[in-house]
């Protein structure tokens, strides 16, 4: 764990890496607000952390958004997926197993610019699928990254006290029929797709997360080691 520190770690320090392995979503989610006060009080450093989290779809702050869930309370049942109302940004969208969902927990407050941070972040996603061959980019009018108007990755963020929180979700090799019971983040001029469908082979999700890891590193400009927490 990283000790407490008197002062608010600087941005040249490391930025921890925190693998969380499977969690609910809302345990996950009440870990992160933790986390988020504790880098308020500066006792506790800027820190990616990585997770899979079991079958949910979570309904972000958009508007409109719960109008997205197609499936029954049935079929959720039928698939052993939960829906849960999140105070992040977007639409709907899912989380399940296979698939990376990465939550930034870091200080804003020497550049106070989401925007930026936004793209930053995108930036770590596609240095990372580029590594394995996938060329991603950004879509015009869209949040996440895109092979053509194929999603490969969601992104929906929340700030408090310019502390993130939430952050992205990399499809590696999620089940892709989950996606059927929403219509995911709103996308009506497009589909949803993973690292495993387009690359036609299993993928070491070990591989991806450390691989987020180093990238995330060098995008926000901190190259000191990393250190490992659970």
Known sequence: MTPPNDSPPTPESSIDTADWGRTEYKDALERQ????????????????????????????????ADQHLIWNEAQLKSQ???VVRSNRGGDI?????GQIVGYPIISLQQRRDLHAYLRDL??????????????TAR???????????????????AVRSW?????FALNVSPDMSHFSGIVPCGITDG????????????????????????????????????????
Request: charged content about 25%; overall charge positive.
């Open 33 to 64: 607000k933790a986390l988020v006060d504790r880098r308020r009080s500066g006792t506790a450093a800027d820190t990616l952390v990585l997770t899979e989290h079991a079958a949910v779809y979570t309904i972000g702050m958009r508007k409109g």
């Open 80 to 82: 052993g997926i939960t």
């Open 93 to 97: 969208t899912y989380h399940g197993p």
């Open 122 to 135: 995108e930036e770590v996603v596609i240095r990372t699928l580029s590594n394995f061959g996938l060329k």
């Open 139 to 157: 879509r015009e009018g869209k949040t996440g990254i895109w092979l053509d108007e194929r999603k490969i990755c969601a992104i929906g963020v």
């Open 163 to 167: 502390i993130t929180y939430h952050g």
């Open 191 to 230: 589909t949803v797709t993973s690292m495993q469908a387009e690359l036609g082979k299993t993928i070491d999700l070990g591989a991806v997360k450390a691989c987020l890891a180093v990238e995330f590193q060098k995008v926000f400009r901190n190259t000191a080691p990393t250190h490992e927490q659970s």
